[in-house]
């Protein structure tokens, strides 16, 4: 069972064996929503599903006839990408056909921007046997690993049953809690200019929650396009924390996405796992009660 990351050559080891295996294509661009799956279209790996960050990993909610858009009222979470309840999620996973004796592996082409949420999601769901394809598309490519255009039939449905959560989901109401109690340690991972409002190209106010600790995403992969050594991992995150207790830290970004490869790269590091504020900025930046900080602290 893999449980963070797969490379190129094991992926190809479990398919070879004929493994109870299912692979999802979760590649995305924020500026271009219809990119991902057009990419997708031209080239994924074979028997790979589509998993939509729009559509399918996020609450699509309603819209009003004003054009205000709300998620719906059992989404686990606000925000610009907001998580649907773990039974929704369940119904697209049984949807698409995926099981729980079922090892799952994720993966983009965006620098594991985007398959992090699913990997995330699953072990919310309580399923542990999820793994990030290492390098992404490119790394299996590069490992002689073939890709298609063609359209994948479609699977049978099946009957994915929800497990007690593995991962800690965080609310806006709890990050607003511990700010003066400091029981929380916040760590974001949006680019620097973002995080001390210099630009803001998405959400209504620029800034970053208070106390938060700023280490962007892509700082967690290497020149090679994959996730760091462990040990490099682990001198970065320490410099960081600055001896604050890794078990205190919740992840978050603009819209709870690009936070994830944080939360991997620690696991990566051997800290235990750590909690996750899927509302992220996006959420928090919208409740005009709640404080703003500018610059690097």
């Known amino acids: 069972m893999y449980t963070t990351l797969i490379t190129a050559e094991q992926l190809r080891a479990l398919r070879d064996a004929g493994a109870r295996l299912m692979v999802f294509d979760c590649s995305f661009d924020l500026m271009n929503p219809a990119a991902g799956e057009e990419q997708y279209h031209q080239s994924h790996i ?22 205000t858009h709300h998620p719906h009222a059992d989404a686990a979470s606000g925000g610009r990408h907001p998580l649907p309840s773990r039974e929704k999620f369940a119904m697209w996973l049984s949807r698409v056909g995926f099981a729980n004796g079922m090892q799952a592996v994720v993966y983009d082409r965006q620098g594991a921007n985007y398959c992090g949420r699913l ?5 919310w769901a309580g399923h542990d046997a999820v793994a990030v394809l290492d390098g992404g598309l490119q ?7 073939e890709v298609t255009g063609v359209e994948e039939a479609a ?4 009957n994915f049953q929800l ?17 003066e109690s400091g029981r929380q340690t916040l760590v974001d991972a949006r680019a620097a200019p973002r995080y001390r409002g210099e630009v803001e190209p998405l959400d209504p106010v620029a800034g970053h929650i208070p106390g938060a600790l700023n280490r962007p995403f892509a700082s967690n992969i290497g020149a ?17 924390l600055q001896g604050r207790d890794p078990a205190t830290v919740v992840h978050q970004c603009g819209s709870g996405v690009s936070a994830v490869p944080n939360l991997i790269a620690m696991e990566l590091a051997g800290f235990g796992p750590t909690a996750l504020y899927a509302g ?8 005009p009660k709640r404080p703003v900080a500018k610059g690097d602290r």
């Not at 090679?224 to 960081?240: I, V």
Request: proline share 5%; glycine share 10%; hydrophobic share 40%.
């Open 46 to 67: 074979p028997g790979a599903v589509y998993a939509n960050l729009n559509t399918d990993l996020s609450d699509e909610g309603v819209v009003e006839p004003d054009g």
């Open 119 to 123: 990997w995330w999601m699953l072990k």
């Open 139 to 145: 790394a299996w490519q590069a490992a002689g690993g």
């Open 155 to 158: 699977h049978f449905q099946s």
């Open 163 to 179: 497990g007690k959560p593995l991962r800690r989901l965080v609310t806006g109401d709890e990050v607003a809690a511990s700010l």
């Open 224 to 240: 090679d396009g994959r996730f760091k050594p462990a040990a490099e991992l682990r001198a970065e995150f320490d410099q960081l």
């Open 280 to 287: 992220s900025w996006s959420e928090w930046s919208r409740n």
